[in-house]
């Protein structure tokens, strides 16, 4: 038993949603680096080939193919489960990763966030994982199963709405939907597992991540200290998805630097002072 083998990716191919920016993308350059072959698919088309050829430009053992594909709609998963078929006949690892936010603040949240938000993240996330189940089957065995890694959040786990209503619920809902997946495609050798990310520099953060003082201060509200950073991505889902992480799923596995596990005040400060 070595690091080599216990995260090796070699041979196996993963489908990464979204990957062509933020988490997404530093997921897919950790199967990358692993040495796996990762498709990147999102509804930009040219945004995910250009990051394919970037990450291939790193040097990794592993190649990239990035194409278009939309989560949003049932035409589109459809669609995108047709071409994955066309490019593959097993899938290894599936990361649904796409997804979207809305915020506003409380009085004048809008009905259609939760559309929206709840047809991506949670409707679209359920009916791809369905639609690639053969592929997934095709790859899976009692020694080394087939790997689902939903994208989650922190949000999903604490009561931190920070005026993104929908997407909170909705990540909540993926952590769930992770647990109920996990116990009812163990059977067939599928593990099904979560990240639930804190604060990472990316497209939706950019409010929060994209000035390097409010960053500072957005990490230094953080227990850890600071924000994720990518390789914090990239050893979590090597972990899952390598064979060191054969025995684990239904977990959600919290990136959050210990937003996880705040409480509040300590309730009986003011009795010690």
């Known amino acids: 038993m070595t690091p080599d083998t216990l995260f090796s990716l070699s041979g196996k191919t993963a489908l990464v949603t979204g990957g062509a920016t ?6 897919a350059e950790g199967f990358l680096a692993a040495g796996a072959r990762v498709l990147i698919a999102s509804r930009k088309a040219d945004a995910c080939v250009a990051a394919a050829e970037d990450l291939n430009a790193m040097g990794y053992s592993g190649k990239a193919e990035g ?5 949003a709609t049932e035409e589109g998963i459809s669609a995108l489960a047709g071409e994955i078929g066309r490019r593959t006949e097993r899938l290894d690892i599936l990361m649904n990763n796409a997804g979207t936010s809305w915020g506003e603040t409380l009085g004048a949240f809008p009905y259609a966030a939760w559309d929206r938000v709840m047809r991506l993240n949670v409707a679209g996330l359920f009916h791809l994982t369905q ?4 592929l997934l089957e095709a790859a899976a065995s009692d020694d080394d199963p087939a790997r689902v890694v939903n994208l989650g959040s922190v949000m999903g786990e604490t009561a931190h709405g920070d005026r993104a ?3 909170a619920a909705s990540k909540a809902a993926v952590h769930h939907l992770t647990r109920i997946l996990a116990k009812e495609l163990a059977q067939r050798r599928i593990t099904v597992n979560a990240l639930a990310p804190g ?3 990316s497209k939706m953060t950019a409010f929060a991540t994209a000035d390097e003082d409010v960053r500072a201060r ?3 509200q953080v227990p850890l200290g600071r924000v994720g950073r990518p390789e914090d991505i990239a050893a979590a889902v090597q972990f899952l ?14 990136v959050s630097g210990g937003i996880n596990v705040e409480t509040g005040p300590d309730l009986f400060q003011e009795a010690y002072e």
């Open 22 to 27: 933020g988490i997404g993308r530093m997921a």
């Open 67 to 71: 194409f278009g594909g939309d989560v």
């Open 131 to 134: 639609s690639l189940l053969p």
């Open 165 to 167: 209503y929908s997407y």
């Open 199 to 201: 604060p990472f520099v």
């Open 218 to 220: 957005v990490g230094g």
């Open 241 to 254: 998805c390598g064979h060191g992480g054969s025995y684990v799923t239904g977990a959600i596995l919290p």
